[in-house]
């Protein structure tokens, strides 16, 4: 029996940089229905692969506890933020981060691995 849905076939020796760029080019053209629509397939497939897709997303904040989510290195697991005079590039920081022009650029050593944390996981 056929499946309402088609499924993608494989080539016996295919070329990955293409495919690559293929699944690139068709993500870069879908709309928000599309990919939304995509993604609940995803779901019902391969629900594994949902999970590590939407690692790469910002956590939505109806899924987290009370709090706003703040942005933290995840090598070192400072605090980081964009800083404006900067070419809005992130960095890490120490002082308050409630307070606009109480932060102080601090080096690390590295550059900052953005994470979106909850205050908690501080
Ligand atoms: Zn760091």
């Given at each position: 029996m056929a499946t309402i849905i088609p499924l993608p076939s494989r080539e016996?020796?295919?070329?990955?940089?293409?495919?690559?760029?293929r699944r690139?080019?068709?993500?870069?053209?879908?709309?928000t229905g599309e990919?939304?629509?995509?993604?609940?397939f995803l779901n019902?497939?391969?629900p594994e692969a949902f999970d590590i897709a939407f690692q790469a997303a910002p956590p939505h904040l109806d899924d987290l506890p009370d709090g706003d989510?703040?942005?933290a290195c995840g090598r070192c697991?400072?605090?980081?933020?964009?800083?404006?005079?900067?070419?809005l590039t992130w960095h890490h920081y120490r002082g308050a981060a409630s307070t606009?022009?109480?932060?102080?650029?601090?080096?690390?050593?590295?550059?900052?691995?953005?994470?979106?944390?909850?205050?908690?996981?501080?």
């Open positions: 016996a020796h295919p070329d990955r940089d293409a495919e690559a760029r690139m080019d068709r993500l870069n053209r879908a709309t990919m939304q629509a995509a993604l609940a019902m497939i391969d989510p703040a942005p697991g400072g605090p980081v933020a964009l800083f404006p005079d900067r070419a606009s022009g109480d932060q102080e650029i601090i080096d690390r050593g590295h550059d900052p691995q953005v994470e979106w944390r909850h205050p908690d996981d501080f």
